[in-house]
DNA sequence: GGTTAATCGTTTGTACACTAATAAACAACC
DNA sequence: GGTTGTTTATTAGTGTACAAACGATTAACC
């Protein structure tokens, strides 16, 4: 059997995630990046908590998530305040303007979501989703 | 309805993809990421062409086939000429080290494939890759 | 109480990925 | 044959993503 580039499943994921990209960034308001808007609609969903565990909540690297708090905190969504209980931490919540647009990235979200998905009929995407979250 | 960003198709899509790149990478022998062997399966497919086609032909912008090409040279896969007919353009050919390990490529590819969608079945892969295509 | 181990955050280095701007070369066309 | 528009390659800047190493702090446990 051939080898084809095309077939293959790392090529087509990279592909289809440059689609959703695009996607993303057309609809942005509020210039955030896809990893961005992860991380801050994360932590309205969870409250408060450490920059580490954030990053793991939202599958970022140390060195990622690090990066990621900066800009959002210069954003101006997020602010970060030391725990009084362990020195080591940096303990991240949403600002009052992350507050307020909390429901603003879900609406965005889910007209992201629609369009990536629009290819596929209702029942395909659950399937197509079920099928996708076994490869993470 | 609630928004959950662990049932986004962005989200879940970036996990897949780093999944995905963990595997490439524990059996990755020749030192290459997972666009730099797109690149080099795609010359071998094509035979001898300009950057930026090459480029096009793996979905990769001109400043990141760009580099992704410097690094393959680096490597002593490809070797680039100038194109006799056109002064802008930049022939990127396999060397004789490239043509050697496309082989290897080809089966190192085929192990990532198979390991990467292991999750499912024979059936479902085959409809999981018809969705998966329709999504780029 | 003191050693060992784990966790938290930071930094460095490499590698995509996109935007935007630039310059050189080529093609189309009247 | 000169203008117009496109293509090709390069560069600079921003933003993920991972590995590896580091210091500071905390936890475990004898």
Redesign the pocket.
Known sequence: MVYRLDEQIGYIL?LA??RH??IF?KHSELG?????F?ALVRIGEMGAC???????RT??????I??????LK?KGFIQLSP?P????????SLSVQGQGVIDQLHAFGEKVTEETLSPLSETERKVFLDMLKRLT
Not at 50 to 56: D, K, P, T
Not at 85 to 92: E, I
């Open positions: 990279r995630n440059q990209g695009l960034n955030l990046t896809p990893t961005q992860a450490s920059q580490n565990l954030l990053g793991r599958a970022m690297d140390v060195a990622t690090k990066g990621v708090v900066t800009r210069a725990d209980g362990d020195k080591r931490r940096t303990v991240v």
